[in-house]
């Protein structure tokens, strides 16, 4: 108990500090009724750049945490009414907000409290009967959920990023995937706010959970999509969508097939004229970008008991992209004129293959827990680009042919265990472990025309990634009462091996302990405090150790320093959760 005084006597001083830098709202409706859950924004005027987020309680009250932020916008949004914007200079600490109903939602059922379930370091969303997935795709969906944003298709979690995202398993390394499921193919969906020590030390940000759902009743069902998008500028979106869902018996499948095309030219023209000078330039450039995607999403699930599942999921991308630019001066002086062209046109394939087997295994009393991943990712990317310049004076013309061919191939393996075992009603433990293997190859090719045609240049070059990691941890959870602890201990090592045409062969070694402890207290279900501390590794940076030349463009290159270690960082975290106050000090 004096532990406990002593921390709240700490933190009545940075509590008041906060709530003197604080912006503090309430979000009703037209008859000033408070709505829950009501995503809130913190932008930053100059770019409108997200700060942080957050959500309304049942009161309809926020606050957020304004410090180092002068002038900001605050914008609240939810699925039922329409988004809102207010601009808040810093003489502002109070903000109310007044929202009208989306006439598209207006007869949709509001999200309610059951569909959200709090866990202990989680959240689960049930999508099963939930408003929010109807006509949404899975990243619209995920939007909406508490502590999530969605800005620009790029997801944020309580004002901070998103690590990792996985469905059924499988980790997604191309988040454009989201774009292409539907929301209604969800079960449900798991929120870490930060992710725990059976990730990878370098994972700092939140972790995303998808379970997709199964039929089960048997049958199949599909709801096949067309769109087609007419922009400014000729701009153009094509996109089919056929997701199909399928059980047979123990049997569950489910494949989603995306096809799209898109073309976007981007024109730019300036002209500068200077009287004083007798100068007249015309600057004209056209960019014109043309790409089309497959995207094949599989899942396969077979229940062997009612405790026991194995799953295949896989998923292939290729897209094949088109790029002409070109860009044309002109200088105009006295008796004197000057004029250049530039014009590049090229292609690009970039294909993934990934496939992830996983099983799951419960024992009868439910005690034990197990799973285990094993995944293959293979990632292709090619580019191609031909450039010709021209520059045209009164003395003598000058021409240039260049092309390049650059290129990188990539091979991830990854295994993980994961192991929980329930002591007694208060306590269990939690331990796994973790492999990978990865491979990656990059090429680069330059060459020049000249009469006798294309002559390859020194710059070009090949070298290679080679990374093995291994780690296993070990976490214990103790609760009685209104108290937590949890505390445990991840031990990882990675090595890195740098190889290339130049060099016989860079290898670096990184061992560490990662330690984990927090200390909650649970006043009430929505009142809590919390201190934590953990040890995290920053990434990696493969490309910035490569001792190799790498040539950016046909006059710059870079070279890589292989003395670089990754950054260690000790995160102590002080969080008070309560009805008005949801914001970390």
């Given at each position: 108990?004096?532990v406990l005084l002593l921390?709240i006597f700490?933190?009545?001083p940075?509590l008041?500090q906060?709530?003197?830098?604080s912006?503090v709202?309430?979000v009703?409706?037209r008859n000033r009724?408070p709505?829950e859950?009501?995503?809130?924004?913190l932008l930053?005027?100059?770019d409108s750049?997200?700060?942080k987020?957050?959500?309304?309680?049942?009161?309809?009250e926020?606050?957020?945490s304004r410090k180092d932020?002068?002038?900001c916008?605050?914008?609240?949004s939810?699925i039922e009414y329409?988004?809102v914007?207010?601009?808040?200079?810093?003489?502002i600490k109070?903000?109310?907000f007044?929202?009208e109903?989306?006439?598209?939602?207006?007869n949709e059922v509001?999200?309610?409290s059951?569909?959200?379930?709090?866990?202990y370091?989680?959240?689960?969303?049930?999508?099963k009967?939930?408003?929010?997935?109807?006509?949404?795709?899975?990243?619209e969906?995920?939007g909406?959920l508490?502590?999530?944003?969605n800005?620009n298709?790029?997801?944020?979690?309580n004002g901070?990023t998103?690590?990792k995202?996985y469905?059924?398993?499988?980790?997604?390394?191309?988040?454009?995937e989201l774009s292409?499921?539907q929301?209604?193919d969800?079960e449900?969906?798991?929120?870490?706010p930060e992710?725990?020590?059976?990730?990878?030390a370098t994972?700092k940000?939140?972790?995303i959970y998808?379970h997709?759902?199964?039929?089960?009743?048997g049958?199949?069902n599909?709801?096949?999509?067309?769109?087609?998008?007419?922009r400014?500028?000729n701009?153009?979106?094509?996109r089919?969508?056929?997701?199909?869902?399928l059980r047979?018996?123990?049997w569950?499948?489910?494949?989603?097939l995306?096809?799209?095309?898109s073309?976007n030219?981007?024109?730019?023209?300036n002209?500068?004229h200077?009287?004083?000078?007798n100068?007249?330039i015309?600057?004209?450039n056209?960019?014109?970008?043309?790409?089309?995607?497959?995207?094949e999403t599989?899942s396969m699930?077979?229940?062997?008991t009612?405790l026991?599942?194995?799953?295949?999921n896989?998923m292939?991308?290729?897209?094949?992209?088109?790029?002409?630019?070109?860009?044309f001066?002109?200088i105009?002086?006295t008796?004197?004129?000057?004029t250049?062209?530039?014009?590049s046109k090229?292609k690009?394939?970039d294909?993934?293959y990934?496939?992830?087997?996983?099983?799951?295994?419960?024992?009868?009393?439910?005690?034990n827990?197990?799973q285990?991943v094993l995944?293959?990712?293979?990632?292709?990317e090619?580019?191609?680009l031909n450039?010709?310049?021209?520059?045209?004076y009164?003395e003598k013309n000058?021409?240039?042919?260049?092309?390049?061919?650059?290129g990188?191939v990539?091979d991830l393996?990854?295994a993980e265990?994961?192991?929980?075992?329930?002591?007694?009603?208060h306590?269990?433990?939690?331990?796994?472990?973790?492999?990978y293997n990865n491979?990656?190859d990059n090429?680069?090719?330059y060459a020049?025309q000249?009469e006798?045609?294309w002559?390859k240049?020194?710059k070009s070059?090949?070298?290679t990634?080679k990374?093995?990691?291994?780690?296993?941890?070990?976490?214990?959870?103790?609760?009685?009462?209104?108290?937590?602890?949890?505390g445990?201990?991840r031990v990882q090592?990675?090595e890195?091996?740098?190889?290339s045409?130049?060099i016989?062969g860079?290898?670096?070694?990184?061992r560490?302990?990662?330690?984990?402890i927090?200390?909650?207290y649970l006043?009430?279900?929505?009142?809590?405090?919390s201190?934590s501390y953990?040890k995290?590794?920053?990434n990696?940076p493969?490309?910035?150790?490569n001792?190799?030349i790498v040539?950016?463009s046909e006059?710059s290159?870079a070279k890589?320093?292989?003395?670089l270690?990754p950054?260690?960082?000790h995160?102590?975290?002080l969080l008070?959760?309560?009805k008005r106050?949801r914001?970390?000090?």
């Open positions: 108990m004096r921390i700490f933190l009545i940075k008041l906060a709530q003197n830098d912006i709202g309430k009703m409706d009724t709505i859950f009501v995503t809130i924004s930053s005027a100059n750049s997200l700060v987020g957050t959500i309304t309680d049942e009161k309809g926020f606050i957020l932020v002068k002038n916008i605050i914008r609240a939810h329409k988004t914007f207010t601009s808040v200079p810093p003489s109070d903000v109310e007044i929202l109903p989306s006439i598209i939602s207006m509001i999200v309610k059951n569909f959200i379930r709090h866990e370091n989680r959240i689960i969303v049930n999508m009967g939930n408003p929010v997935v109807k006509g949404r795709t899975i990243n969906a995920l909406m508490p502590g999530v944003i800005m298709d790029e997801l944020r979690l901070g998103v690590s995202i469905i059924n398993g499988r980790e997604l390394h191309d988040r454009t292409s499921l929301a209604t969800i449900n969906v798991e929120i870490l992710a725990d020590l059976q990730h990878n994972t940000g939140g972790i998808i997709l759902k199964k039929n089960a009743d049958g199949g599909g709801s096949p999509s067309l769109l087609g998008q007419m400014k500028r701009s153009h979106r094509e089919f969508g056929l997701p199909l869902s047979f018996g123990k569950n499948f489910y494949n989603n995306v096809l799209s095309n073309g030219p981007y024109i730019t023209e002209i500068t200077n009287s004083h000078l100068t007249h015309v600057n004209q056209v960019d014109r970008n043309n790409i089309r995607r497959i995207n599989f699930l077979y229940d062997i009612t026991q599942s194995i799953g295949l896989c292939v991308k290729q897209a094949g992209s088109t790029l002409k630019s070109s860009s001066s002109e105009q002086e008796e004197k004129e000057y250049s062209s530039y014009h090229g690009g394939d294909k993934i990934q496939a992830s087997l996983n099983y799951n295994w419960k024992s009868k009393n439910g005690k827990t197990l285990t995944d293959y990712l293979r990632s292709d090619t580019k191609e450039h010709h310049y021209l520059y045209q009164p000058e021409e240039d042919n260049k092309c390049s061919n650059t990188t990539s393996w990854k265990i994961n192991y929980i075992f329930l002591l007694n009603e306590s269990r433990l939690k331990w796994g472990g973790y492999y491979h990656t090429q680069m090719y020049y000249s006798e045609g002559q240049e020194d070059g090949l070298f990634y990374g093995i990691g291994y780690a296993g941890y070990a976490e214990y959870v103790w609760q009685w009462k209104k108290f937590t602890l949890n445990g201990i090592e990675d890195v091996k740098c190889i045409n130049n016989a860079d290898k670096r070694t990184y560490n302990l990662f330690p984990s927090k200390l909650g006043f009430s279900e929505k009142n809590q405090a201190l953990s995290r590794m920053g990696i493969y490309k910035n150790m001792p190799a040539y950016i006059y290159y890589g320093n292989p003395d270690v950054t260690t960082e995160r102590i975290r008070l959760s309560r106050l914001d970390s000090i």
